[in-house]
């Protein structure tokens, strides 16, 4: 049973003290549909006893990643991430229930320093959920979003089929798709790294789509509950903008599902039905705080930020006219993504990178351009 001290009755006549002090929030609430359940106690055994490595283990997705695997006793837990604060607080989380967590301090672009990291600990399942993920962001910084998204990805495949791991499942996005941005583009390529690996090996390569996860770190949930403690307004780009949404333990559950539905080479998406007006899930967070639009909080409506765009997709039209579905769970689509030239892809990510660490963000575009006709860049005003 949960307890909560009440303020005074005259405290909220007052008006010294709001409702929301006193209401928790069901964040399942903003969802519009119900939250997935991912039978995960069927489907898990293959992270029993196991060595399993979480990359980006500092984050929201990484965290809650390794709050879920915790519980089917893996035989060590490696959690990496260039945060140290990040780890710090997951650590501190976990340490009391479960013990056999170590934290490694490393940047997945750094290749010498994650090969001997894989030769130490040979994890046998890698979750790499490790990227920059801020869409308006890596419009500034193209090369960051090179290296960190594309070639950390790749760093961090080949070592886990070099030192012999059974799974990886790699975390891409919804952005991917037509993408707009170079966040999205970058993962694209992600994505086509993994596929591509797959038909070379025996490490089985797996990659999962998610849309907005809900209360992430950088998620627009927790900026509007900032801004709707600090009074408003509170900030939407568009009155027709649309995402498809997810809560954190559906992420990680779909992560953990995928990684031991996948053959290899699969590209996972949930089914996280209609996608919701970003307008809105602001007002109904603002009235599930006990306050009124208009009266209390204000919305205003700022534009599309660069990079971005009014509608997600979580499929192409090509995936979508694949065969799709047969993933073994309802809830859980498989897209049938296009055949990667192996080759080609290597060549062009060799030119990417040699273009990243020139800081040549205008060729960086066109080369990602060049590899995706589909990338149709809306970079907004950049100042």
């Known amino acids: 049973m949960k307890i909560r001290t009440l303020p005074g009755l005259h405290e909220l006549v007052d008006g010294k003290v709001s409702v929301s002090r006193i209401r928790n929030i069901r964040i399942e609430d903003l969802l519009g549909r119900e939250p997935v359940d991912l039978n995960l106690e069927e489907i898990s055994g293959y992270l029993e006893g196991r060595r399993v490595m979480v990359t980006g283990g500092g984050g929201s997705i990484g965290g809650e990643l390794a709050r879920q695997i915790c519980r089917f006793g893996p035989r060590s837990l490696i959690l990496l991430d260039h945060d140290e604060n990040g780890l710090f607080h997951i650590n501190l989380e976990l340490e009391g229930r479960w013990p056999g967590v170590e934290l490694v301090v490393a940047d997945i672009r750094d290749r010498d320093k994650m090969d001997k990291i894989f030769g130490r600990y040979r994890p046998e399942v890698v979750f790499h959920a490790a990227a920059h993920k801020h869409v308006p962001m890596m419009e500034f910084h193209p090369d960051e979003a090179v290296m960190k998204n594309i070639i950390g990805t790749k760093n961090v495949a080949e070592l886990a089929e070099k030192y012999g791991a059974e799974r990886v499942v790699m975390i891409s996005t919804d952005k991917a798709i037509n993408p707009t941005s170079v966040m999205g583009a970058s993962k694209r390529v992600a994505e086509m790294v993994v596929k591509d690996l797959a038909n070379k090996n025996k490490t089985k390569f797996v990659a999962v789509r998610f849309g907005n996860v809900l209360e992430s770190n950088g998620s627009v949930v927790p900026m509007f509950k900032q801004q709707i403690s600090e009074g408003g307004p509170v900030t939407v780009t568009d009155r027709e903008v649309k995402r498809y949404f997810m809560t954190l333990p559906e992420a990680s559950q779909l992560v953990i599902q995928a990684g031991a539905l996948g053959k290899g080479g699969e590209v996972f998406v949930l089914d996280m039905g209609e996608p919701v007006k970003v307008l809105d899930m602001a007002r ?100």
Not at 289 to 316: A, Q
Not at 371 to 382: A, C, D, F, T, V
């Open 284 to 383: 109904e967070l603002i009235r599930l705080s006990g306050l009124e639009v208009g009266e209390d909080i204000e919305i205003k409506i700022v534009g599309l930020r660069p990079g971005e765009k009014m509608f997600e997709e979580i499929m192409t039209e090509e995936e979508r006219s694949g065969v799709l579905g047969n993933s073994g769970h309802e809830k859980i689509f498989i897209a049938k993504v296009e055949e990667v030239n192996g080759e080609r892809l290597e060549k062009d990510i060799k030119e990417l990178e040699k273009l990243a660490k020139e800081m040549d963000n205008e060729g960086v575009m066109r080369k990602l351009q060049e590899m995706m006709p589909s990338y149709q860049p809306n970079r907004g005003i950049l100042k």
